[in-house]
């Protein structure tokens, strides 16, 4: 087994960005010294495994049960 694994597959994609959000990205992989693309890489999953309506949505697109109402905690000041 080799002790580096190949990186995943990557592709290309044009996105716009609001400029401040493009200065924020920017901004972020200068300070983890890194390229924009990596910071997006690993944001982009973190962030979105985090939202709960997602997840749901996500489930029903694959034919899993969706989550009980209240199973997971609810974001404060959200209704139910």
Known sequence: ?????????SVSRTLKLEQPVSDLLDD??????CTPDYVANS???KTLARD???KKWKAAQN???????GATSQQAGKPS
Request: hydrophobic share 45%; proline share 18%; aromatic share 10%.
């Open 1 to 9: 087994m080799a002790i580096i694994k190949k990186p995943p597959e």
């Open 28 to 33: 972020y992989a200068r300070f983890v010294d």
């Open 43 to 45: 944001a982009l999953p």
């Open 52 to 54: 709960p309506d997602y």
């Open 63 to 69: 034919g899993a049960a969706p989550a009980k109402r």
